[in-house]
């Protein structure tokens, strides 16, 4: 069975750009998590989706925002990019069964000029 | 506040050696722990999970222990090899927070040859 897969794997953009990073979960999972991971504030959530609906959401600003698709594939959104944005930003997928075992993505690294 | 904290950020051991890796959490009310290795240039790996009913769970060369009373979590790794070599990260979970998922700082293995 095919693991996580996010894209792009890098980027490289400017403040006050936008970007979109795009995953796509294991095959039959229908949760998805994303993640921000910097040296300093280490791993954090910032929302999950299922069934195409937020099921829970992070302390990030509105400026970080998601989506998910019927096909469970999600995508998250950062407007007006900052420098503090820099980072890995990983994606998670869960079959939202008992235990709620989560499966990452390899990430997508972010940096921010 | 909700927390997961880790004792010691890095960890050098010889290989074939036992490792324990120690991790505290604040909050009583989560449901289950979960243990993640992360490689260099790779997402989280899902190692073990416990849920909080019970204060121990075997897997591959791996045992994780719950102390509720202290509200201590720890990750032993038995015959410790160079390929266990990364950063470990706990995390917490609660139920009817669906996926979301509170990490700890990570520790840093190093196994010696």
């Known amino acids: 069975k095919a693991g996580v897969t996010q894209t792009p794997r890098y980027l490289i953009k400017t403040r006050g750009q936008q970007v979109t990073l795009s995953c796509s979960p294991i095959s039959g999972h229908r949760s998805v998590s994303w993640y921000q991971q910097t040296p300093g504030q280490g791993l954090q959530f910032l929302f999950e989706?299922?069934?195409?609906?937020?099921?829970n959401k992070g302390n990030f600003p509105g400026r970080f925002s998601g989506r998910q698709f019927s096909n469970s594939r999600s995508e998250m959104n950062v407007s007006t990019l900052e420098l503090g944005d820099s980072a890995l930003y990983l994606c998670a997928s869960s079959a939202v069964g008992d235990t709620y075992e989560q499966y990452f993505g390899p990430g997508t690294r972010l940096t921010v000029t | 506040g909700e927390s997961v904290g880790l004792h010691l950020p890095t960890l050098s051991v010889q290989e074939g050696d036992n490792s324990i890796i120690n991790c505290a959490y604040s909050?009583?009310?989560?449901?289950?722990f979960i243990w993640y290795k992360q490689e260099s240039g790779k997402g989280p790996q899902f190692i073990i999970d416990?849920?909080?009913?019970?204060d121990k769970r075997q897997g591959q060369r791996v045992t994780v222990l719950l102390n509720k009373t202290v509200k201590h979590l720890s990750l032993q790794i038995a015959a410790t090899q160079p390929g266990d070599s990364a950063v470990y990260f706990c995390?917490?979970?609660?139920?009817?927070?669906?996926?979301?998922?509170?990490f700890g700082q990570g520790t840093e293995l190093s196994v010696k040859p």
């Open positions: 416990i849920r909080s009913n019970m």
């Open positions: 989706y299922f069934s195409e609906t937020q099921r």
């Open positions: 995390a917490e979970n609660k139920y009817n927070q669906g996926g979301k998922l509170i």
């Open positions: 909050n009583s009310a989560s449901d289950y």
